[in-house]
């Protein structure tokens, strides 16, 4: 935290109004200020480089560059910032894939307005924090520093495999991460093998069942 005791927090999510709604929530508290926001994953990893956010409050569901890949990118550039999911969802692989990518809290998005300043303040703490009304056997595991499970994909597999999903093509694909077409072949192909799935309408079943994305 700066020498001003405020806690400076970037808003992450692809709908105007949730983002407005937080802000509004947020900065009634003396101490808490939005210092930015994004309305998707990989402008998130840019604007966090450049404002050095205490908090990022994320959405996990979003296009592009879902939030626990974004979660991985923020933490392994800034990994003094403190990042909590948000989500509609309270199943079991959205809630390990943000812990695993280092993710200090999780929030419903149905929460209350009160429930996401305790959120904010704990993590701050330097303490884990898992909305209320999801099963709190989660944060049992976590505060035993036992790790959840863990997928077979590497953090740029999913990225290719989210964009897959979404529906870009090789080249598209390629632009968007700076690689050669023949590169995210590879890692398609990479990807098939190691889920045993062949066909692009298995790809995206796997890829929105897995949470990397919501189409």
């Known amino acids: 935290m700066n020498k001003t005791n405020e806690i400076k927090i970037i808003l992450v999510d692809d709908h105007n ?21 994004a309305s998707n994953g990989r402008d998130a990893v840019k604007i966090c ?25 923020i933490l392994k550039a800034h990994p003094k910032t403190k990042v909590i999911g948000l989500s ?7 809630i390990q894939g943000m812990f695993n990518a280092g993710a200090f809290g999780y929030l419903l998005k149905d929460g209350d307005a009160k429930e ?12 884990k924090y898992l909305s209320k009304d999801i099963n709190q056997e989660f944060l049992t595991l976590l505060k035993n ?17 989210q964009l897959i999903a ?18 995210i072949d590879v890692h398609r192909n990479n ?3 190691k889920i045993d799935i062949h066909s ?16």
Do not use: C, W
Request: hydrophobic share 40%; aromatic share 2%; net charge neutral.
């Open 17 to 37: 109004l949730l983002r407005d709604g937080l802000r509004n929530i947020i900065e009634k508290k003396a101490n808490l200020h939005v210092i930015g926001e």
């Open 49 to 73: 480089s450049k404002l050095l956010p205490d908090i990022v409050l994320i959405d996990i569901a979003m296009p592009d560059l879902n939030g626990m890949e974004a979660t991985k990118q």
């Open 88 to 94: 509609m969802h309270s199943s079991k692989q959205f």
């Open 116 to 127: 996401l300043i305790v959120g904010i303040k704990t993590v701050m703490e330097n303490r």
């Open 145 to 161: 520093g036992d790790e959840l499970e863990n997928t077979v994909l590497s953090s740029r597999e999913k990225e290719v495999l």
């Open 166 to 183: 979404e529906g870009k093509s090789s080249k598209e694909i390629g632009e968007t991460l700076f690689l050669s077409p023949k590169t």
């Open 191 to 193: 990807i098939m093998k």
């Open 200 to 215: 692009i309408p298995e790809l995206t079943k796997y890829a929105i069942r897995k949470g990397l994305t919501s189409l």
